[in-house]
């Protein structure tokens, strides 16, 4: 998502999502949040599973968005997008 627009309950809704297991696999946006990375440090804190929360900027999500009907994956702190079988399906 390009950028999010929330209150400070986003953060206690990402640590709920979370703590439930149902949280998305990562969170990729063109601006930065700080309330929204907040929840996930604080689910971190509380020993809760995490997700990566990447920020690639204006340009990058416009280019996800050109990247329909292939797989994305976020590894080791990069998000790799492509065609075809995606290398953790493999």
Same mark, same amino acid.
Request: with cysteine.
């Given at each position: 998502?390009?950028?999010?627009?929330?209150?400070?309950?986003?953060?206690?809704?990402?640590?709920?999502?979370?703590?439930?297991? &149902? +949280? $998305? +696999? &990562?969170? !990729? !946006?063109?601006?930065?949040? +700080?309330?929204?990375?907040?929840?996930?440090?604080? &689910?971190?804190?509380?020993?809760?599973?995490?997700? $990566?929360?990447?920020?690639?900027?204006? +340009?990058?999500?416009?280019?996800?968005?050109?990247?329909?009907?292939?797989?994305?994956? !976020? &590894?080791?702190?990069?998000?790799? !997008?492509?065609?075809?079988?995606? $290398?953790?399906?493999?």
């Amino acid at each position: 998502m390009e950028r999010t627009i929330g209150s400070s309950s986003s953060s206690a809704v990402m640590l709920e999502l979370l703590r439930n297991r &149902a +949280a $998305p +696999a &990562a969170v !990729v !946006v063109g601006e930065p949040d +700080a309330i929204l990375v907040l929840g996930v440090l604080v &689910a971190e804190e509380l020993g809760c599973p995490t997700i $990566p929360f990447l920020e690639v900027g204006k +340009a990058g999500v416009e280019r996800l968005g050109e990247c329909e009907g292939k797989w994305a994956e !976020v &590894a080791d702190g990069r998000l790799m !997008v492509g065609v075809g079988s995606s $290398p953790a399906g493999s």
